[in-house]
T-cell receptor, first 118, second 111 residues
Framework: GAGVSQSPSNKVTEKGKDVELRCDPI?????LYWYRQSLGQGLEFLIY????????KSGLPSDRFSAERTGGSVSTLTIQRTQQEDSAVYLC????????????????FGPGTRLTVL | LAKTTQPISMDSYEGQEVNITCSHN???????ITWYQQFPSQGPRFIIQ???TKVTNEVASLFIPADRKSSTLSLPRVSLSDTAVYYC????????????FGSGTRLLVRP
């Protein structure tokens, strides 16, 4: 079956422009996650959706970042007024269920979107 | 401050057992501990998940002490293809909706 897909695979933009990154999770997965990975660095958690709801948005790096999920499926991560420090690979993952007691929630990752801000 | 700590790198030889430990001092009480493997230019891939004691699957074992403040991933008889970065992932005790990835351990397996 189809895995998690992300688009675009690469995005080059100029400082100050807005960008929108898309994630298509595995069908039926209720949980969706966004992460950021800077070059040669580890993974930074950004936000978690359970269905269409993201109860805690404090992991987003700044108020220039926003994310939404519609129909319990596709999610978009929007970065406004991009800065050079936003350059990174943005990874999306989905899992059959979310967090919580006895929640076996293996995450399936997409290939990522490499964002370069000039 | 919620934090996870892993050794930055480890070297091993083919056929040896490798143990990678992650310290997670502020883990959420109800969440599983998960380990992922990542190759260059790819998203992480699930290896194993556990809540406490010991879990074993076809590729690895996971040891978790009673206090759950650390976990150890054990890879038996590594091969060259196990060269990758390994991450632990835990729930953040500060929020039911946040996760923390470890800093990652770069494993190099030599012939």
């Amino acid at each position: 079956g189809a895995g998690v897909s992300q688009s675009p695979s690469n995005k080059v933009t100029e400082k100050g422009k807005d960008v929108e990154l898309r994630c298509d999770p595995i069908s039926g997965h209720t949980a969706l996650y966004w992460y950021r990975q800077s070059l040669g660095q580890g993974l930074e958690f950004l936000i978690y959706f359970q269905g269409n709801s993201a109860p805690d948005k404090s992991g987003l790096p700044s108020d220039r970042f926003s994310a939404e999920r519609t129909g319990g499926s596709v999610s978009t991560l929007t970065i406004q007024r991009t800065q050079q420090e936003d350059s990174a690979v943005y990874l999306c993952a989905s899992s059959p269920s979310g967090r919580g007691p006895n929640s076996y929630n293996e995450q399936f990752f997409g290939p990522g979107t490499r964002l370069t801000v000039l | 401050l919620a934090k996870t700590t892993q050794p930055i790198s480890m070297d091993s030889y083919e056929g040896q057992e490798v143990n990678i430990t992650c310290s997670h001092n502020n883990i959420a009480t109800n969440d599983y501990i998960t380990w992922y493997q990542q190759f260059p230019s790819q998203g992480p891939r699930f290896i194993i998940q556990g809540y406490k004691t010991k879990v074993t699957n076809e590729v690895a074992s996971l040891f978790i002490p009673a206090d759950r403040k650390s976990s150890t991933l054990s890879l038996p008889r590594v091969s060259l293809s196990d060269t990758a970065v390994y991450y632990c992932l835990v729930g953040d005790a500060r929020s039911s909706y946040k996760l923390i990835f470890g800093s990652g351990t770069r494993l190099l397996v030599r012939p």
